[in-house]
């Protein structure tokens, strides 16, 4: 069992930066696959970012390429999300997901955990 908790949310104006984390409990992080995920008022939960375990291989989803970064600290325990040149389309609710294998993933179903969430608003 891993249990996942989000923190750095907030409010921010349109163009400024936001760093997530996601500090997971367990003594095998680095065997986990980890992602971001967001969900937005009345739309579904959507990708945003994924590591592997080691964090050498990340993905992006389209909408956030070039402006967010996903990095991990295994000794940490944590997943870090840092959210730069921020448009009021990114305001959701962020989730960071867990799977316990060394592979990342884009796809919702293949995360085993999942945190509570932390609110980020963009203000135009």
């Known amino acids: 069992q891993v249990q996942l908790v989000e923190s750095g949310g907030g409010l921010v104006q349109a163009g400024g930066s936001l760093r997530l984390s996601c500090a997971a409990s367990?003594?095998?992080?680095?065997?986990?696959?980890m992602g971001w995920f967001r969900q937005a008022p009345g739309k579904e939960r959507e990708f945003v970012a994924t590591i592997s375990g080691s964090g050498i291989t990340t993905s992006y989803a389209d909408s956030v390429k070039g402006r967010f970064a996903i990095s991990r600290d295994n000794a940490k325990n944590t997943v870090y999300l840092e959210m730069n040149t921020l448009k009021p389309e990114d305001t959701a609710v962020y989730y960071c997901?867990?799977?316990?294998?060394?592979?990342?993933?884009?796809?919702?179903?293949?995360?085993?955990?999942w945190g509570q969430g932390t609110q980020v608003t963009v203000s135009s």
């Open positions: 997901a867990a799977r316990p294998v060394t592979l990342g993933s884009a796809s919702i179903s293949r995360y085993n955990y």
């Open positions: 367990g003594r095998t992080f680095s065997s986990y696959g």
